[in-house]
């Protein structure tokens, strides 16, 4: 699994709202992570259609978490972020999507698939509230 720089950025900035009490605007949250201020209005907007923020408009606007941080597992927080299944490799999760298909003869399948379903539990067991924890 690749974790890009979107699942690093939404994760640095839900830690960042999730420690405020009000509204953390776009250009606030860029300045203090020092990131691109277009890439994380993105980022954040991708995690307001899935319900992980709540986006207020106006003066005093900007995002807070929708929910509890122990209620965001880092599995879908990291699946909004990337747009796509947190997989170790393309067919970890269905030999069906062997890129060469050849999944019935891959020796290789198994031992994805088996090192797939650990890590989706522990992105699944593991929340926001725990790595601010740590």
């Excluded at 509204?23 to 300045?31: E, G, I, K, R, Y």
């Excluded at 995002?63 to 490799?89: G, H, N, Y």
């Excluded at 891959?106 to 992105?123: G, Y």
Aim: net charge neutral.
């Amino acid at each position: 699994m690749l974790l890009t720089k979107a699942s690093e950025y939404a994760l640095l900035s839900l830690i960042m709202i999730a420690q405020k009490e009000t509204p953390q605007d776009v250009d606030t949250l860029s300045t203090q992570l020092d990131i691109s201020k277009s890439f994380l209005a993105k980022i954040l907007q991708s995690l307001a259609k899935e319900g992980i923020v709540k986006s207020f408009k106006g003066a005093h606007g900007g995002f807070m978490l929708a929910r509890d941080p122990s209620e965001l597992s880092l599995k879908q927080i990291i699946e909004c972020a990337e747009k796509k299944p947190a997989t170790v490799l393309e067919c970890s999760q269905d030999s069906n999507c062997c890129p060469n298909h050849r999944a019935d003869f891959c020796k290789i399948w198994p031992f994805l698939n088996k090192l797939q379903s650990k890590i989706d539990d522990f992105l699944d067991n593991m929340s926001l509230k725990d790595i601010m924890s740590n």
